[in-house]
């Protein structure tokens, strides 16, 4: 026998020692991964947090509010807000009886949500800070100034005996709903529903709080 090595041995080797460095490749790769995996998880951590900071405010109605501690915080909030933002637009005065005009705090209050949306948190956009000041704040400060233009505070004495009338005519409501969903059309009055009609707008036209 003569000390050639085997052709086949050596060809294994060779085959054996790829294999190696390609499991050695797999298992940097491996590590590599692994501490990218690591690293998302604390970028994630960290900004769970700020994202939940930057939430808006829950969307609440003013003339639906209910709760008295909330409804204090949320006028608060806004009249920081109309004196830091609102009012140093044109037409951003505010007559004195603004706070009696429920519907204007309303007014105010809704701007006010849309503006913090625009300029803060994840979706805060430009394209939204444009649309509240080429559409939202225009079109709102026109209501209240429509609202407002025509009333003082002294209008607001004996407010009391002049509250708003219930919805007209509230109590048909169930009839339209049958009528509606069974023929796609609406009943015709009674006598009984003219005569309610009537005595609800005459007591709107005497005047109400705004």
């Keep these: 026998m003569t000390?050639?090595?085997?052709p086949r041995v050596t060809a294994l080797g060779r085959e054996v020692e790829r294999a190696t460095r390609r499991v050695g490749a797999v298992e940097e790769l491996t590590r590599?991964?692994?501490?990218?995996?690591?690293?998302?998880?604390?970028?994630?951590?960290?900004?769970?947090?700020?994202?939940?900071?930057?939430d808006p405010a829950p969307v609440r109605s003013w003339l639906a509010a209910d709760d008295t501690?909330?409804?204090?915080?949320?006028?608060a909030d806004l009249i920081d807000w109309i004196d830091a933002v609102y009012r140093r637009y044109p037409g951003g005065a505010l007559r004195s009886c603004?706070?009696?005009?429920?519907?204007?705090?309303?007014?105010?209050?809704w701007l006010r949500n849309a503006h913090h949306a625009a300029y803060h948190g994840r979706a805060a956009s430009w394209r939204d800070v444009g649309d509240w000041h080429d559409?939202?704040?225009?079109?709102?400060?026109?209501?209240?100034?429509?609202?407002?233009?025509?009333?003082?505070l002294t209008?607001?004495?004996?407010?009391?005996?002049?509250?708003?009338?219930?919805?007209?005519?509230?109590r048909h409501a169930d009839q339209i709903a049958d009528t509606w969903t069974t023929h796609r059309t609406t009943p015709e009055p009674t006598d009984q529903q003219l005569t309610e009609a009537d005595q609800h707008d005459r007591t709107e036209d005497r005047g109400t709080i705004r």
């Design 69 to 75: 501690t909330q409804a204090r915080a949320d006028l």
């Design 135 to 152: 559409r939202q704040r225009p079109g709102a400060a026109a209501r209240i100034n429509k609202a407002l233009s025509v009333c003082e």
């Design 155 to 170: 209008q607001h004495l004996h407010s009391a005996d002049r509250r708003t009338p219930n919805v007209a005519l509230a």
């Design 98 to 109: 603004w706070l009696w005009h429920p519907t204007v705090v309303e007014e105010l209050w």
């Design 3 to 6: 000390g050639e090595t085997d």
């Design 32 to 54: 590599q991964l692994d501490t990218l995996i690591r690293q998302l998880a604390e970028d994630i951590a960290l900004l769970a947090p700020a994202e939940a900071q930057d």
